[in-house]
């Protein structure tokens, strides 16, 4: 880590109140803490509008059982992949299965990708978690 500079927010004192007791129910130690999780959450989707190469974790839950659906999702994988690290393929229960698929790319590319999984017929749940590949933030 860099060298370390404090410096003063000013706050209404209702906001800082409302601060501190969702920091204490997300088991943050101090504010610092919270605040520079805040930052590099922000500064993530700062490197999601920019072409900036990210990752990014996809969850999709389905139906198995729908016709040919298995086909689809893995076509729609094959298509892109250039974006695909990996799959992860869980059974939730007779009916349903979850896939966890971790891409990397440029975000324009991961997002053609997610919403064209999230658009596939028979996909009950799509989801993306952004992330960045790590070079930019500290």
């Known amino acids: 880590m860099g060298k370390l500079i ?20 997300e088991g ?6 919270a ?4 930052i590099r959450e922000r500064l993530v989707e700062e490197e999601w509008k920019e ?11 389905y139906d198995h ?14 298509h892109f992949y250039k974006l695909v690290i990996s799959t992860q393929h869980i ?3 007779h009916d349903n299965c979850m896939e966890i698929i971790s891409v990397r790319g440029k975000a324009r590319e991961i997002h053609k990708f997610f919403n064209k999984l999230r658009a596939t017929t028979g996909v009950k749940q799509c989801d993306i978690i952004k992330a960045t590949v790590g070079d930019k933030i500290k």
Not at 52 to 57: I, M, P, Q, S
Not at 65 to 78: D, N
């Open 28 to 33: 943050y130690i101090n504010r610092s803490e």
């Open 51 to 61: 072409e900036d190469e990210v990752c990014a974790g996809v969850l999709l839950v």
């Open 35 to 38: 605040i520079r999780d805040l």
């Open 65 to 78: 059982h729908k016709h040919h659906l298995t086909e689809k999702i893995t076509e729609i994988q094959h």
């Open 6 to 25: 404090r410096f003063g927010v000013s706050m209404d004192n209702d906001l800082v109140g409302r601060f501190d007791r969702l920091i204490e129910e």
């Open 91 to 93: 059974h939730m229960d």
